[in-house]
């Protein structure tokens, strides 16, 4: 089991599944916002922003594959994603729940530099403040399917970086 993930993290097929996985999941948020009209909250940007980090890491790591200090250093990468994902997903969920007192701005409170919420509103403007996010599925929250998927990702990726470094 460990050589086929060990095979699996040191093909294309990891790379793609990060880039596709990331697709989805802007994918389902953008639905949410235009298909059912749940806007998103400041989290929710910060979120997508984590969740684009992973598609660019995803396409970086694919044409850089072959590398494997290239490989280890994007993998890296990705778990400082997967805990930047996380941290906002756990700020989503503790506001949403009421565990911690806090709410947040219609600014996405990015720097000039980086004002993705101007270049791109369509997809990177605050609509909502915090609070309250939509249903997916079977009664899980979109705050809660989002803490998930950041913990699976956090494991998933430092035990992909952990396999890279490791001599095969």
Known sequence: MLNTFTCFVR????????????LAMEGIALYFQ???DYGPCVLCIH??????????????GLLCRNSRPL?????????????GLSERSWMTFAIERNLIE???TMGAGLPDWFALDQWFPSIFEPWELCGWTPEL??????????????ALAILTT???????????
């Open 11 to 22: 093909s294309q097929w990891y790379w793609l599944a990060m880039i596709f996985t990331g």
């Open 34 to 36: 235009y298909g059912l």
């Open 47 to 60: 979120v997508r922003i984590w969740v684009m980090a992973f598609i660019l890491l995803g396409i970086i």
């Open 71 to 83: 490989s280890i250093i994007i993998s890296a990468l990705t778990v400082i994603a997967a805990i």
């Open 102 to 104: 806090g709410s947040c």
């Open 137 to 150: 599925l079977f009664g899980i929250t979109m705050a809660e399917g989002l803490l998930l998927a950041s």
């Open 158 to 168: 430092i035990f992909t970086t952990v396999t890279l470094i490791r001599k095969s």
